[in-house]
């Protein structure tokens, strides 16, 4: 007998190797496989620090964002960083400039934004953020407790 060559196999078992699925999975029936629902922590960039505070941002593409949207109710605080237009509403916006100071001014992280949101674990207490876009900035002062989420836009105008 001779061996039948089907084109979405070998694409199929490549794509097994990358995610890590096992081969039966992508050979063992006639039909084409289906891809595994996206995990939301899968697509999180990794969680980076500064001292005793853990913080990650991005958001950048559907995906991500979707994930970091997902994930705001597990941080104390969430930052979203965007730009007012007169003919698009908002427009997200990257590399914006950040710095979360203790309630003394003493700066705790000083960063810069890899996308439109950025998630914090931070103990309780007083802090200001402050965020820059275009030569203007912005200052929030928040106060994280034991059962408060705190989500702060920054919405700059053309």
Request: charged content about 15%.
């Amino acid at each position: 007998m001779k061996a039948r060559s089907t084109p979405w196999i070998g694409a199929a078992l490549a794509l097994a190797a990358v995610v890590g699925m096992p081969a039966a999975w992508a050979a063992n029936s006639g039909a084409a496989p289906t891809a595994p629902a996206t995990d939301a922590a899968s697509v999180l960039p990794p969680v980076q620090h500064a001292g005793d505070i853990a913080y990650l941002s991005g958001g950048v593409g559907s995906d991500q964002s979707a994930a970091f949207k997902d994930a705001m109710p597990r941080y104390p605080l969430s930052l979203e960083f965007a730009r007012h237009t007169a003919s698009n509403g908002n427009e997200y916006l990257a590399n914006v400039p950040v710095t979360i100071a203790d309630a003394h001014g003493n700066a705790l992280v000083t960063t810069t934004t890899h996308g439109p949101f950025m998630l914090v674990s931070i103990p309780h207490g007083r802090y200001v953020v402050t965020a820059s876009h275009d030569g203007k900035t912005e200052r929030r002062t928040v106060e994280i407790g034991a059962a408060a989420h705190i989500h702060e836009a920054f919405i700059w105008s053309m």
